[in-house]
């Protein structure tokens, strides 16, 4: 399945994506630039330079090949086996995947 004609995740997406997350554990209600001296602007151009610029060819294309593998083909990405665990107040499932990840944890 493609999803607004996305078939691959590039630098610029994975900075995106890492703007938003920061945005959403801020306690800002509404979108701006910035968040007190906090430049949204800046670190999405940081993490794209970061990527694209990367001296360490090697991180920076397990880098792209990782989210693409868990962003446009999730289902080839990994299988969550049935061993479920509880831990405290989380359930931890354990998953198979072809790089080492930590588990999963849900809160209950």
């Known amino acids: 399945m493609v999803l607004h004609d996305m078939t691959s995740i590039?630098?610029?997406?994975?900075?995106y994506t890492c703007v938003q997350a920061h945005f959403g554990i801020m306690s800002k209600?509404?979108?701006?630039?910035?968040?007190?001296?906090?430049?949204?602007?800046?670190?999405?151009?940081?993490?794209?330079?970061?990527?694209?610029?990367?001296?360490?060819?090697?991180?920076?294309?397990?880098?792209?090949?990782?989210?693409?593998?868990?962003?446009?083909?999730?289902?080839?990405?990994?299988k969550c086996s049935t061993n479920k665990l509880f831990k405290g107040n989380y359930l931890v499932t354990k998953m198979d995947v072809s790089?080492?990840?930590?588990?999963v944890r849900t809160r209950l």
């Open 29 to 78: 209600s509404t979108w701006s630039e910035k968040d007190g001296i906090f430049s949204y602007l800046k670190f999405y151009h940081a993490i794209v330079s970061l990527i694209l610029d990367a001296t360490d060819k090697k991180w920076k294309n397990e880098l792209l090949k990782r989210w693409n593998m868990y962003v446009v083909c999730p289902s080839q990405a990994f």
């Open 10 to 15: 590039d630098a610029e997406h994975i900075a």
């Open 99 to 103: 790089m080492p990840t930590p588990a």
